[in-house]
């Protein structure tokens, strides 16, 4: 719960809210304009945007940030983490309404408030987690970028960067070494390779691939030769690979 707490933007989050708290309030849907004075009716919409609020961010954090969707476009993950959170939304709208009206749907009536809670829910939640609307970092915004292109880059955490430096294999994951950490995933290290197509890099050796712009010199002891890394580590070059690695080292100098 505290790590995605500490993914939400706040300011944005506040804003966003404030405004909906306020266009709802002078709007008011579902007879509301009509049936409670000014200061009932924001206290009404106040409390149900921040209860909704509560649900659709987490879980949608949670969606956009889940490993095991990574290969899902970010617009995907984020609606379905808008309909899982549209079910607790309706309760909490049926919760508050009967809290401050009195009011108990019946059945058939719910099914309309489920679908206004998601649109609703929908576009609160894309107006703080989708660009052009957030604002995002130039590393988040080049890192939106990749994950279009490079599936590979969704399985990896926001904590350790998208700037990779190398992937090497290990056993049945695959340890992926950036410039602000390392972590290990799941994943063969062919299926690696394949959803890097698209990012500036190289595979050296069959349990080692490489950034291009991580490689820092070449080595030899005895026999074998080495990459150097920005990170001051040694990778292995196999000879299959040995010549389109000489010709990355030319292009840099």
Same mark, same amino acid.
């Given at each position: 719960?505290?790590?995605?707490?500490?993914?939400?933007?706040?300011?944005?989050?506040? @804003?966003?809210?404030?405004? +909906?708290?306020?266009?709802?309030?002078?709007?008011?849907?579902? *007879?509301?304009?009509?049936?409670?004075?000014?200061?009932?009716?924001?206290?009404?919409?106040?409390?149900?945007? +921040? !209860?909704?609020?509560? =649900?659709?961010?987490? #879980?949608? $954090?949670?969606? &956009?940030?889940?490993?095991? @969707?990574?290969?899902?476009?970010? $617009?995907?993950?984020?609606?379905?983490?808008? =309909? $899982?959170?549209? =079910?607790?939304?309706?309760?909490?709208?049926? +919760?508050?309404?009967?809290?401050?009206?009195?009011?108990?749907?019946? %059945?058939?009536?719910?099914?309309?408030?489920?679908?206004?809670? %998601?649109? #609703? !829910?929908? !576009?609160?939640?894309?107006?703080?987690?989708?660009?052009?609307?957030?604002?995002?970092?130039?590393?988040?915004? *080049?890192?939106? $970028?990749?994950?279009?292109?490079?599936? =590979?880059?969704?399985?990896?955490?926001?904590?350790?960067?998208?700037?990779?430096? /190398?992937?090497?294999?290990?056993?049945?994951?695959?340890?992926? #070494?950036?410039?602000?950490?390392?972590?290990?995933?799941?994943?063969?290290?062919?299926?690696?390779?394949?959803?890097?197509?698209?990012?500036?890099?190289?595979?050296?050796?069959?349990?080692?691939?490489?950034?291009?712009?991580?490689?820092?010199? &070449? /080595?030899?002891?005895?026999?074998?030769?080495?990459?150097?890394? #920005?990170?001051?580590?040694? @990778?292995?070059?196999? +000879?299959?690979?040995?010549?389109?690695? *000489?010709?990355?080292?030319?292009?840099?100098?």
């Amino acid at each position: 719960m505290r790590v995605l707490l500490e993914k939400i933007h706040w300011p944005r989050l506040v @804003l966003v809210a404030v405004i +909906a708290v306020v266009l709802f309030t002078f709007l008011g849907p579902f *007879n509301t304009y009509l049936s409670m004075p000014l200061f009932r009716r924001l206290m009404f919409w106040a409390v149900l945007v +921040a !209860g909704n609020g509560l =649900f659709f961010h987490l #879980i949608v $954090i949670y969606t &956009l940030n889940n490993k095991r @969707l990574a290969n899902w476009p970010r $617009i995907q993950r984020l609606l379905l983490g808008c =309909f $899982i959170a549209s =079910f607790p939304g309706v309760l909490v709208f049926l +919760a508050v309404d009967y809290w401050f009206r009195g009011l108990v749907y019946i %059945f058939p009536h719910h099914l309309y408030l489920w679908l206004t809670v %998601f649109v #609703i !829910g929908t !576009g609160i939640a894309y107006a703080n987690f989708m660009p052009p609307f957030a604002k995002l970092s130039k590393e988040a915004k *080049n890192s939106e $970028i990749d994950l279009e292109k490079i599936p =590979f880059l969704r399985r990896i955490s926001n904590e350790i960067g998208y700037s990779l430096i /190398s992937l090497s294999m290990q056993d049945h994951y695959v340890e992926v #070494i950036t410039s602000k950490g390392r972590e290990l995933v799941h994943l063969t290290f062919a299926d690696a390779i394949r959803e890097l197509k698209n990012y500036p890099g190289t595979q050296i050796h069959r349990s080692h691939w490489i950034s291009n712009d991580a490689i820092s010199s &070449l /080595s030899r002891e005895g026999r074998a030769t080495f990459v150097e890394t #920005i990170d001051g580590r040694k @990778l292995p070059i196999s +000879a299959p690979h040995q010549k389109r690695v *000489n010709m990355l080292i030319a292009n840099k100098t």
